[in-house]
């Protein structure tokens, strides 16, 4: 029982430390693909930086000499930014989003959600207040509508002919650049106003078991104020042109009465499942049909096999068809004593060759003596006995009577000299 329990161990030692190493060799190949894409990006923006910078550089000195920055890619879209630069590249660790929500509770209890006021502390538009129009929990990133708007370029294989180059949208902001933004009373004044909250978190915890949806209340602490969740605008549905109008779902196009089933027919064979393997009654026409489909699949496949037989299995099946026209053959009488004159033959010739005697006679006192044993009479009645028996069998298998064995020469004993 412990070498057992050593080997158990061992095994799971040994389980545990090919885990650790394939986690490792995928945290190491993640991180090595984010940081990759993370310096293209980067790359990408400083190449933007340059190209304005020189662009800056040669209308002051060359004036209305210098090169053009709208022709070619660019064309139409001169000042925008490249389409790469949209989104962030990469996958955020969940350390990585937990840290750009730390504010907000963290990125896996996010306290924030769509249509929240905020406030953004970085960009362009720092300083301004919005609504929150999308989040991204991937990225821990934001959308707020009409603001850190900008020109993103694009690119001709993504555009139809008449669109423009550059469309003007929002880009997206990591939640560590923006605060929530609520209306507080304050208890001495009275005063109702905008406050910025800094820090959130959540509280009461619910968390269903059947659905496992997650409920809880986000709190100011220290201040112990509870912050309502934005109200959910109704989703707009649109009409378009295949959907089914109220009133045909709605009008009456069936009455029951007591001269049909309640149903049509089909319905009732399709909710019965009439062609189930299972079932142990079918109807004639289905039995029939199912017949005619297996004939048709035995005719396929003798067809099949015909078309693919070769010449020699050609000459083969028509051996065997005019072999079985002809039937099963019979043996005659002469055939039958030719047989028996080979058997004999045989049995003699292999009967020489052992160097034995077939001759056999019931013991008695007068023919036991050796003398007659080894005589050479005995060896020289040996061929015609063997011959006798072959041409017993022969005749007994032609339904002829056997012809009379001959008979044994017996010589007495001479008497015993009289006294």
């Not at 930014?81 to 590249?89: D, K, Q």
């Not at 007994?396 to 004993?413: G, K, M, R």
Request: hydrophobic share 35%; glycine share 4%.
């Amino acid at each position: 029982m412990q070498k057992i329990l050593r080997r158990v161990a061992t095994a799971e030692r040994v389980a545990a430390k090919r885990k650790k190493v394939k986690e490792t060799k995928y945290f190491k190949k993640e991180k090595k693909e984010h940081v990759l894409d993370h310096r293209s990006q980067v790359q990408l923006a400083q190449r933007e930086f340059d190209r304005a910078k020189q662009a800056v550089r040669d209308r002051w000195a060359l004036g209305p000499l210098a090169p053009r920055q709208d022709v070619g890619e660019w064309a139409g879209a001169h000042g925008a930014i490249h389409e790469a630069r949209f989104r962030s590249y990469g996958r955020l660790t969940l350390a990585m989003r937990n840290k750009r929500c730390a504010w907000a509770g963290g990125a896996y209890n996010l306290n924030l959600r769509v249509n929240d006021r905020v406030v953004l502390l970085e960009g362009p538009d720092k300083g301004k207040i919005g609504k929150i129009a999308s989040i991204s929990e991937e990225t821990a990133e934001v959308t707020v509508a009409g603001l850190n708007k900008s020109n993103l370029r694009v690119g001709p294989e993504m555009r139809l002919p008449d669109d423009p180059a550059a469309v003007n949208i929002e880009l997206p902001l990591p939640i560590s650049a923006i605060r929530l933004v609520h209306p507080l009373k304050d208890p001495q004044t009275g005063v109702t106003r905008d406050v910025i909250i800094n820090q959130l978190a959540h509280s009461g915890m619910l968390v269903d078991r059947v659905t496992g949806k997650r409920e809880w209340e986000r709190v100011v602490p220290g201040l112990n104020v509870s912050i309502p969740w934005p109200p959910e605008e109704p989703e707009e549905l649109k009409d378009y042109v295949c959907d089914t109008l109220r009133i045909d779902a709605e009008e009456r196009t069936f009455v029951p009465t007591l001269l049909r089933p309640p149903m049509p027919p089909a319905i009732i064979d399709e909710l019965r499942n009439k062609y189930s393997r299972f079932r142990t009654r079918h109807e004639p026409e289905y039995i029939a049909r199912l017949e005619a489909e297996e004939r048709e699949k035995e005719e396929r496949r003798r067809q099949t096999e015909e078309s693919m037989r070769t010449p020699l299995q050609e000459f083969h099946r028509q051996e065997r068809a005019n072999k079985k026209k002809k039937g099963k053959p019979r043996l005659t009488l002469e055939m039958l004593e030719k047989i028996g004159e080979v058997i004999a033959r045989n049995r003699e010739r292999s009967v020489n060759a052992a160097g034995v005697s077939e001759v056999s006679s019931p013991p008695s006192s007068s023919s036991s003596s050796p003398s007659s044993s080894s005589s050479p009479a005995a060896g020289a009645a040996e061929p015609s006995a063997a011959t006798a028996e072959s041409s017993s069998s022969a005749a007994a298998a032609a339904d002829v009577p056997p012809p009379p064995p001959p008979q044994e020469e017996t010589s007495q004993p001479p008497p015993p000299p009289s006294t």
